[in-house]
């Protein structure tokens, strides 16, 4: 009896919504069809509903030697063949897990109480996955360096030469 693909996704060993960065992570199409498919191809889905879809792989595995951050998303497989087209009823979901990263870090002059030295404020926007509970700033300086206690994302340094 001939049929229209049917798609099923298999995502091996790995949990897909804990891979740390640099991971090699190979997701599966395993593809039934009569007469067999010719052509099997992977989809990155738009993140949001209507948002279009990217062909990221045209094999039966796509394979990510080694994971980023902008590799998470919902992935699906498609067949074609003579009898039509089909594709995995459910997305696989790809959550890349990183380290913690500063991003626009800035630095703004603070005004001088009265009487005293003027002060800076540092701000570094913390991008990660998870989400950074804690922050430590180093300050540097050709005497040696210290950790700064009690830090926070954003810091203000006052009387400091």
Known sequence: MHHAPIVRLVAGETDLSRVLEGSAV???????ARPPPHDVWWVRLGSEPGKEETVVGRSRTLHFPSVKPAHSGDYTCKAASSEGEGSAVRPLHL???YRPVCSNPLTRPHPADPGGQPGVDLSCGVEARPQA???RWLYNSTE???QIPSAKSLMSFMNYA
């Open 144 to 146: 040696g360096s210290f």
């Open 133 to 135: 509970r804690s922050f």
């Open 95 to 97: 959550l890349v897990h």
């Open 26 to 32: 190979s997701l599966k199409c395993q593809v039934t």
